[in-house]
């Protein structure tokens, strides 16, 4: 079946530089993504969303960029920090899904100080 | 966390028993969620609830059992049936919408002696 999936199980940072974490999707109907951050014995906390509509969208210190024509997404963290370093997870929504989505394996981010 | 709650954050079982987790939310979201997650490991759907006193099964609701009687509340039991029941339990919950974010409560570790 369909499935969202991650390019790199584990990312390794120097503090300060820009992490970029990758996240391949298979499901061109899909039209909602989100990332989740994971820290260790935490449940998946909210980072950033975009709709398909948008290919790039900003927070503080991160940014998703959506690429539909290649159906890939990442998320940039500038100046990565000590407390960057969990599991980050990205999760699709189809419209004829309803409110489901399909959660990709993780990636695990190290920062190294 | 947001406004999802789950206790305990750590229980023991032995083997043959039954074991209720509780999850409640005070988001007033329509739609609640179980997920399982292994270690090193991404999100499984075990039940989904949309509205009140009603379910539905995920991907891996064997061995499982859950109940909907108030909007804020969606607890899960793990039963004996259950062959591999040590992980760590996830609630998330959201609205009906489509295209919307889940959000995910604490988690509970369950560990089978």
């Known amino acids: 079946g369909e499935s969202v999936g991650l390019h790199l199980p584990t990312l390794s940072v120097q503090e300060g530089d820009n992490s970029i974490i990758n996240c391949a999707y298979s499901n061109s109907a899909s039209d909602y993504f989100i990332w989740y951050k994971q820290e260790s014995g935490k449940g998946p906390q909210f980072i950033i969303d975009?709709?398909?509509?948008?290919d790039k969208r900003q927070g503080q210190r991160v940014t998703v960029l959506l690429n539909k024509t290649v159906k890939h997404l990442s998320l940039q963290i500038a100046a990565t920090q000590p407390g960057d370093s969990a599991v980050y997870f990205c999760a699709e929504n189809t419209d004829n899904a309803g409110n489901m989505l399909t959660f990709g394996g993780g990636t695990r981010l190290m920062v190294k100080p | 966390d947001g406004g999802i709650t789950q206790s305990p954050k750590y229980l023991f079982r032995k083997e043959g028993q039954n074991v209720t987790l509780s999850c409640e939310q005070n988001?007033?979201?329509?739609?609640m969620y179980w997920y399982r997650q292994d270690p090193g490991q991404g999100l499984r759907l075990i039940y989904y609830?949309?509205?009140?006193?009603?379910?539905q099964k995920g991907d891996i609701a064997e061995g499982y059992s859950v109940s909907r009687e108030k909007k804020e509340s969606f607890p899960l039991t793990v039963t004996s049936a259950q062959k591999n029941p040590t992980a760590f339990y996830l609630c998330a919950s959201s609205t009906k919408m489509t295209g919307t974010t889940q959000y995910f409560g604490p988690g509970t570790r369950l560990t089978v002696l």
């Open positions: 609830s949309q509205i009140v006193n009603d379910f």
């Open positions: 975009i709709r398909s509509n948008m």
């Open positions: 988001l007033n979201h329509d739609a």
